[in-house]
Nanobody
Framework: QVQLVESGGGLVQPGGSLKLSCAAS??????MGWYRQAPGKQRELVAA?????NTNYADSVKGRFTISRTKNTVYLQMINLKPEDTAVYYC????????WGRGTQVTVSS
């Protein structure tokens, strides 16, 4: 069983920045990533990173978001935030089955 604890969400103005963190209860998880779900929409992949450092980004966040990780923590640095980035952001870990955090709200609004 892998437990994931997210932090770093909040309210920010358009053009602002936030950094999300997700700490896992175990180390060496193969793939860790971030998904988001806006009201009325399906959950979508934002970014993912393997234990070897290979990354994958949604087209909508390329150039604005950066994913990074240590052995048991994954980060999502977000800059130039837009109102359409508003969503609940979920941490995800794939270690056999997939595990999910409880989510952290990101709201981009003036």
């Amino acid at each position: 069983q892998v437990q994931l604890v997210e932090s770093g969400g909040g309210l920010v103005q358009p053009g602002g920045s936030l950094k999300l963190s997700c700490a896992a209860s175990v180390s060496g998880i193969y793939v860790m990533g971030w998904y988001r779900q806006a009201p009325g929409k399906q959950r979508e992949l934002v970014a993912a990173i393997t234990s070897g450092g290979n990354t994958n980004y949604a087209d909508s966040v390329k150039g604005r978001f950066t994913i990074s990780r240590t052995k048991n923590t994954v980060y999502l640095q977000m800059i130039n935030l837009k109102p359409e980035d508003t969503a609940v952001y979920y941490c995800n870990a794939k270690q056999g089955p997939a595990y999910w955090g409880r989510g952290t709200q990101v709201t981009v609004s003036s």
